[in-house]
C-alpha cells in the first residue's frame, strides 16, 4: 500500500550511459514532481506535471527527459549521464498545491 | 531573490531537552509553509502545513508556529526516536498553481539517550 514509490532504489552506472527512473503514485493526486537532492542535502525541483502536462521545467540539461504516461507515473530518462549527475532523485506526488508526498529516492551514481 | 534559511544546520539535545528548530524566509505574499521530516535513506516524510501568522500546529512532541518572516519547529522532551532532518519549504513567489517549492537546507538533529 506504498503511497509513491521508485524504481530502482539504487542505480549505478558508467559515465555516458542512458537511464530511467520510474516513479508511481497511489494517492490519487494530479500532480506529480521529480527532484534532486545533492551530497548537501539540499533539495530542488526539477520538473512537475499536472494531469500529464509540464507545468514546472526548471534550468535543468536537456539530457533530463521527464514522461507522464498517465496521471499516476511520472517516468524520468536521462542521456549521457555525467559524474555531476550523482545524486539521489525524489519523486513525489500532491493534490493541486497540496503538501506533497515523497517516495523513497533512487540513488544514482555515475562512475 | 525568495530564500529560506534553517537554523541552526545541526543540533545535538539529550534525551529530554527541549529546544527549537528555525525556518526564516523572504517570499513575499506567503501561501503556506511545509514542515517536513528525513530520516537517512529515506524521503522526506510530511509533518505540517501553515498558513498564516499565528497559526500552530501539533503532533505528539513537535509544535510548528508561524510568524511574518518566520516559522520554528519546538520540540518538547524529544527522545532519540526524533533524531533525523527536519526540512522546511516554501512555494516560490509567482509559482501560481504550479506547487514549486524552495526548500531550506534542514536542520540535523540528533537526541541522544
Known amino acids: 500500500d506504498t503511497a509513491v514509490s521508485q524504481t530502482p532504489k539504487y542505480l549505478v552506472t558508467q559515465m555516458g550511459n542512458d537511464k530511467s527512473i520510474k516513479c508511481e503514485q497511489n494517492?490519487?493526486?494530479?500532480?506529480m514532481y521529480w527532484y534532486k537532492q545533492d551530497s548537501k542535502k539540499f533539495l530542488k525541483i526539477m520538473f512537475s506535471y499536472n494531469n500529464k502536462e509540464l507545468i514546472i521545467n526548471e534550468t535543468v540539461p536537456n539530457r533530463f527527459s521527464p514522461k507522464s504516461p498517465d496521471k499516476a507515473h511520472l517516468n524520468l530518462h536521462i542521456n549521457s549521464l555525467e559524474l555531476g549527475d550523482s545524486a539521489v532523485y525524489f519523486c513525489?506526488?500532491?493534490?493541486?498545491?497540496?503538501?506533497?508526498?515523497f517516495g523513497p529516492g533512487t540513488r544514482l551514481t555515475v562512475l | 531573490e525568495d530564500q529560506v534559511t534553517q537554523s541552526p544546520e545541526a543540533l545535538r539535545l539529550q534525551e529530554g531537552e527541549s529546544s527549537s528548530l528555525n525556518c526564516s524566509y523572504t517570499?513575499?505574499?506567503?501561501?503556506?509553509l511545509f514542515w517536513y521530516r528525513q530520516d537517512p535513506g529515506k524521503g522526506p516524510e510530511f509533518l505540517f502545513t501553515l498558513y498564516s501568522a499565528g497559526e500552530e500546529k501539533e503532533k505528539e512532541r513537535l509544535k510548528a508556529t508561524l510568524t511574518k518572516k518566520e516559522s520554528f519547529l519546538h520540540i518538547t522532551a524529544p527522545k532519540p526516536e526524533d533524531s533525523a532532518t527536519y526540512l522546511c519549504a516554501v512555494p516560490r513567489r509567482g509559482s501560481g498553481n504550479t506547487g514549486k517549492l524552495i526548500f531550506g537546507q534542514g536542520t540535523t538533529l540528533q537526541v541522544k539517550p
Open positions: 517570499v513575499s505574499g506567503l501561501r503556506g
Open positions: 494517492l490519487g493526486h494530479d500532480t
Open positions: 513525489a506526488s500532491s493534490q493541486g498545491v497540496d503538501e506533497q508526498f
